[in-house]
């Protein structure tokens, strides 16, 4: 069989900064933040809340544009991986033709479905105790494919749709996931990436587990701040990332721009504990995708870090790094867009893979925002602080989940095919 | 409430609930064939009606005569009929 290289030829996103990758861009080559204070709010919600920051993206939607027969089953995480997937699309030159070929697919995912419509769906259902005032639409809004599907119906999908919700890992499976279905030539293309929605409840959850940060409530644009000593957690952010992969075969005859490669993908499990991730699995699933590569160590310019801000990931993060690149000499570049998005949770890894092919594109790396400091039990990398003129050539991304679902993306430029 | 009024209120069910243009809604207009219905909005239909009209549906006594509607005309004569 012939194994399929794997191109990128469309990229969309919705992001605290706005609608568009080139909004996406724009907030974080200008260095801004996407977190804003949430209090007032989320104490309506929950009255002992203790992080009241979150990145939440503050434009109206437009959601009307899409057809109500399709918006009645979207809550706001489809919408939002609706309206990337259409950028994606656009930019890719892909028709309704081509998806209802059955050679391309949908791999998309999400930490859950809408928190809000479950929130509103079993508040009134346990109030009550009745099914009289719940509508069609709403466990379609819940179901935990519900991105996936929601993309797939609007866009007629007759290929495989696929869905690995691993919360803040559900973008890096999805885009690995799709990466395969080419690579071994089950489709021709596929529409993957990841969605969020900032609910109370999701921040909630990250308060309970002392995971959220808390300590900068009144200076929302400082925090988080990965790999810094005075990190105090990571803050939830929402949003949405979409990709277009295809193999190059197809995208060469459609005659389409390609704008990167993929040339790897692992995930693994730590299989041991449901929220702690450590420097020994991270450095066993960094190699292993060294491995079935073939990249050498010193081929990797970049490195994506997963990054989130919290005291005990950005630690075992940053040993491991140390490990497998620094302690053998070599110095890639290491920085973290949470502090400039915020957690995006299952948006996470496509919407920083996008911001990856413009930091390509552009020549300039893109250094961890909030970053001053870095802690000294955090690994001896080489944290970027500021913005690098240097162009990568290969770029790692990292994502990490609870679950103790880890994942790996290898990201190569395309230029000429080379 | 007079046949007129359910029709009107009708009317704003299908405007608010399901965006179909007004003029295009009359008393013998087919909810499925002509204003585009499908079997996931009839379950809308019934939660909009019982908030328009202030009652509460019966879905097992109910269900059946539910099940029968296929045009505005038919959706008047059952909220006329559940005042009653």
Redesign the interface.
């Known amino acids: 069989m012939k194994l399929q290289r794997v191109v990128i030829t469309g990229i969309g996103a919705i992001s605290p900064f706005g609608n568009g990758v080139e909004a996406l861009f724009d907030g974080v080559f200008s260095n801004r933040s996407g977190v804003i204070n949430l209090g007032a709010i989320w104490k309506e919600s929950i009255t002992d809340i203790l992080c009241e920051v979150g990145s939440a993206i503050s434009i109206d939607l437009n959601e009307k544009r899409i057809p109500?027969?399709f918006r009645?089953n979207m809550g706001r995480v489809s919408i939002l991986a609706c309206l990337s997937a259409e950028e994606a699309v656009q930019m890719a030159g892909l028709s309704l033709e081509h998806f209802s070929s059955g050679d391309y697919g949908v791999a998309f995912a999400s930490t859950t479905g809408s928190s809000k419509s479950l929130y509103e769906f079993m508040g009134r259902f346990i109030e009550d105790k009745s099914?009289?005032?719940?509508?069609?639409?709403q466990f379609f809004q819940v179901m935990s494919h519900t991105a996936a599907a929601n993309i797939a119906c609007l866009l007629n999908v007759k290929g495989r749709v696929i869905s690995p919700n691993s919360a803040c890992s559900s973008a890096a499976q999805s885009i690995g996931l799709a990466y395969e279905a080419i690579k071994y030539g089950l489709q021709k293309g596929m529409i993957c990436g990841g969605a969020e929605e900032l609910h109370v409840t999701t921040t909630g959850t990250f308060d309970l587990l002392q995971a959220a940060s808390c300590h900068y409530n009144d200076q929302p644009d400082k925090t988080p701040k990965p790999f810094d000593k005075d990190r105090d957690g990571t803050v939830c952010g929402e949003g949405s990332g979409a990709i277009i992969l295809e193999s190059e075969d197809s995208a060469k005859q459609r005659g389409a721009k390609i704008l990167g490669e993929i040339i790897g993908f692992n995930t693994f499990s730590s299989g041991e504990h449901m929220s702690r991730v450590t420097e020994s699995d991270l450095v066993a699933g960094i190699e292993r995708i060294l491995l079935e590569t073939g990249i050498a160590l010193g081929d990797i310019d970049y490195i994506n870090a997963h990054g989130t801000g919290t005291i005990q990931g950005d630690s075992e993060e940053s040993l491991a790094l140390e490990k497998v690149f620094n302690a053998k000499g070599y110095t890639p570049y290491v920085s973290s867009l949470k502090g400039h998005l915020g957690h995006t949770l299952g948006a996470s890894a496509a919407l920083e893979l996008i911001v990856c092919l413009e930091m390509m594109k552009k020549g300039c790396l893109v250094p961890t925002k909030n970053l001053e400091n870095p802690d000294p039990n955090c690994g001896n990398i080489n944290y970027l602080k500021e913005f690098k003129a240097v162009k990568p050539r290969l770029i790692m991304k990292d994502s990490f989940a609870f679950g103790g679902i880890n994942s790996i993306l290898l990201l190569r430029s395309y230029e000429n095919g080379n | 409430m007079e046949i007129n009024e359910i029709f009107q209120k009708v009317k704003k069910v299908f405007v608010d609930e399901?965006?179909i243009e007004e003029n295009l809604i009359t008393k013998e207009s087919l909810i499925f064939e002509e204003l585009?219905l499908?079997s996931?909005?009839s379950?809308?239909l019934?939660?909009a009606l019982?908030k328009a009209f202030n009652f509460?549906?019966d879905?097992a006594n109910d269900g059946p005569v539910i099940s029968q509607i296929r045009s505005i005309q038919d959706i008047i004569k059952y909220v006329n009929s559940k005042q009653s």
């Open positions: 109500r027969d009645r099914l009289s005032s719940i509508k069609s639409g | 399901f965006e585009g499908d996931l909005d379950v809308d019934i939660v019982e509460k549906i879905r």
